[in-house]
């Protein structure tokens, strides 16, 4: 079946307007996570959602960064005021979870690379 | 200290060769693991979860060590396409259930 897909693959901003970066999961998957992972550095959480809520945005890094989930499906990522050192390859992730295990294999989309000039 | 320590290599390998990365971790209440693979410039994909007693899929070997907090991943019969970077990853617990801490990554280059 379909993977997660995200939107665009490629953008390039100017120091100081706004991105929004789009997330389609895997269907029928409850959980959605949003990470970064900048050149040469391992990945960085920064927001979960489950269904449209969001327990845990702890590594959201500025007040800059805004993230929402709508329909339990389609989420977007909002980086307001960017800044070159948002320059990154933020990358989704969905999962659902597997029985009372709780271990939530998750999987990732191709990635959104994201250029600050 | 970092949730997830791993030796970044590189390991290079000739083909059909076994190698074996470890991995250790900070938080003894972690209660899933998992090893995932990344390739240039793509994104991480799940290799294997890793069960408390231990798992083989195929080629791969994946234990966990929980008395002393670490993780390995065993590769037998090496492959030119094995080469990529692994990343040693755990689940969150409690507030933190949803999230993954990476690891750093190893990488692999398993030559001819």
């Known amino acids: 079946g379909a993977g997660v897909s995200q939107s665009p693959s490629n953008k390039v901003t100017e120091k100081g307007k706004d991105v929004e970066l789009r997330c389609d999961p895997i269907s029928g998957h409850t959980a959605l996570y949003w990470y970064r992972q900048s050149l040469g550095q391992g990945l960085e959480f920064l927001i979960y959602f489950q269904g449209n809520s969001a327990p845990d945005k702890s590594g959201l890094p500025s007040d800059r960064f805004s993230a929402e989930r709508t329909g339990g499906s389609v989420s977007t990522l909002t980086i307001q005021r960017t800044q070159q050192e948002d320059s990154a390859v933020y990358l989704c992730a969905s999962s659902s979870t597997r029985g009372t295990s709780g271990i939530y294999e998750q999987y990732f989309g191709p990635g959104t690379r994201l250029t600050v000039t | 200290r970092k949730e997830v320590e791993q030796d970044p290599g590189p390991f290079n390998v000739p083909e059909g060769a076994t190698v074996a990365f470890n991995c250790t971790y900070s938080n003894s209440a972690s209660q899933s693991f998992f090893w995932y693979r990344q390739d240039c410039r793509k994104e991480p994909k799940l290799l294997m979860s890793?069960?408390?007693s231990g798992n083989e899929d195929g080629r791969f070997t994946a234990q966990l060590n929980r008395a002393s907090q670490y993780i390995s991943l065993l590769i037998r019969d090496s492959k030119l396409s094995d080469s990529a970077t692994y990343l040693c990853?755990?689940?969150?617990?409690?507030?933190?259930?949803?999230?993954?801490?990476f690891g750093r990554g190893t990488q692999l280059t398993v030559w001819p």
């Open positions: 990853v755990l689940g969150g617990r409690g507030s933190t259930l949803g999230r993954l801490y």
């Open positions: 890793v069960y408390s």
